[in-house]
């Protein structure tokens, strides 16, 4: 069971970058996938998710409108757009895969099970 990202890098403000999350060791097909990241000092926080189906998409209020979620026809991989980054959005990112329960729990990292690695993701001024 396995999530690995990839994408990562370093972009000046306004610029884009493209995140991916390949899963692998098992059938991804049923689960939920999640974009978190956690800049240093701070706590993990929710950035966008994704059903099982594609149908429906959850994104954090500082990321609307500027990224996008998105998942792979094999529905094993999870991307995440990135456009007119910010300082602000430095941080590793991580993805996740899990069961929530209702909507509102698509917000939370407990409600997820696997967890990748992470990719830094570096916007500079």
């Known amino acids: 069971v396995q999530l690995v990202e990839s994408g990562g890098g370093l972009v000046q403000a306004g610029g884009s970058l493209r995140l991916s999350c390949k899963a692998s060791?098992?059938?991804?097909?049923?689960?939920?996938m999640g974009w978190f990241r956690q800049a240093p000092g701070k706590e993990r926080e929710f950035v966008a998710a994704?059903?099982?189906?594609?149908?429906?998409?959850y994104y954090d209020d500082s990321v609307k409108g500027r990224f996008t979620i998105s998942r792979g026809d094999a529905q094993n991989t999870v991307s995440l757009q990135m456009d007119s980054l910010k300082p602000e959005d430095t941080a590793p990112y991580y993805c996740a895969a899990g069961r929530p329960w209702s909507d509102s729990y698509y917000y939370n990292s407990p409600s997820y099970d696997y967890w990748g690695q992470g990719t830094q993701v570096t916007v500079s001024s």
């Open positions: 060791g098992r059938s991804w097909s049923s689960y939920a």
């Open positions: 994704i059903t099982w189906n594609g149908d429906k998409t």
